[in-house]
């Protein structure tokens, strides 16, 4: 079922993949006002329509031999060794943590507004990203690998320097924070992987857009967020550094 929200025209569309159901939700109006005809965001705009009208297969979301990339992980390691791989992946700029990040400022100015000293939102607030966040532009939205063989979710994409963002938000405490980050990296960079071969897929030349799309990756919470290129994923799986395939 599509429906169109009063909102800033954003437009919603409920599925129910086997148990699980979700509402991708789309801002039309930010879309438009970011620009929607040439590059990689007429690239989205292009894919995202297919979603809205439901032209998306079933099999990746029903099919028992498709996995979830939400069960995604690192190879199993001991303290010391998940802490090197951490520092190794920061010290070769394949990470990039930004405690400044719009991201974490969003999140941290809504908590304050509301006196909410908890600082761990559910994930309801995506949708106050996609009404008052100019750079935001759909939250729960679908992806799917044949090649891989998994699917999964977006939480919320945004479009920002020039790059289509796809944001995952994983609230927890400040201690844990490099803990719970590091171990969905496997998980948020398949999903960039996935948009990014869905985006490649579309008639890119005729959109005048270069041949590989422009998308990060990004971890955040109200403490910090971590980024990353979309390639990762491929760097993860071609080192034996992903379980789950």
């Known amino acids: 079922m599509v429906m169109d929200l009063e909102h800033d025209n954003i437009v919603r569309r409920d599925f129910k993949h086997g148990k699980i159901a979700y509402g991708f939700q789309w801002n039309m109006s930010h ?7 040439q590059g990689d965001l007429a690239s989205l705009w292009a894919h995202l329509l297919m979603v809205k009208n439901g032209e998306i297969p079933e099999e990746p979301f029903r099919d028992p031999f498709y996995g979830r990339s939400s069960t995604l ?3 199993k390691m001991n303290t010391r060794a998940k802490v090197a791989f951490r520092r190794k992946l920061i010290r070769n700029g394949v990470i990039v943590k930004d405690v400044s990040s719009s991201l974490v400022t969003f999140l941290r ?3 304050i507004a509301r006196n909410d ?8 607030i ?3 990203f996609l009404y008052e966040d100019s750079s935001a532009l759909a939250i729960e939205i679908p992806v799917w690998s044949d090649h891989y063989k998994i699917s999964g979710h977006i939480d919320l994409i945004r479009f920002v320097d020039d790059k289509i963002q796809v944001c995952d938000y994983k609230p927890g405490p400040l201690d844990n924070v490099a803990r719970r980050f590091l171990d969905s ?3 948020v960079a398949s999903y960039g992987e996935m948009l990014s071969h869905h985006l490649a897929q579309t008639l890119r030349s005729a959109l005048e857009a270069p041949l590989l799309p422009k998308v990060e990756c990004c971890i955040f919470d109200t403490h910090s967020c971590w980024k990353f290129n979309s390639d990762l994923f491929v760097t993860l799986e ?3 550094n992903i379980v789950g395939l």
């Open 109 to 111: 100015d809504f908590h």
């Open 185 to 187: 990296i496997p998980q």
């Open 31 to 37: 879309h438009k006002e970011l620009g929607n005809t």
């Open 238 to 240: 071609m080192t034996n």
């Open 73 to 75: 992980k690192l190879p």
């Open 117 to 124: 000293h908890s600082f761990r939102a559910d994930h309801s």
């Open 126 to 128: 995506l949708q106050d």
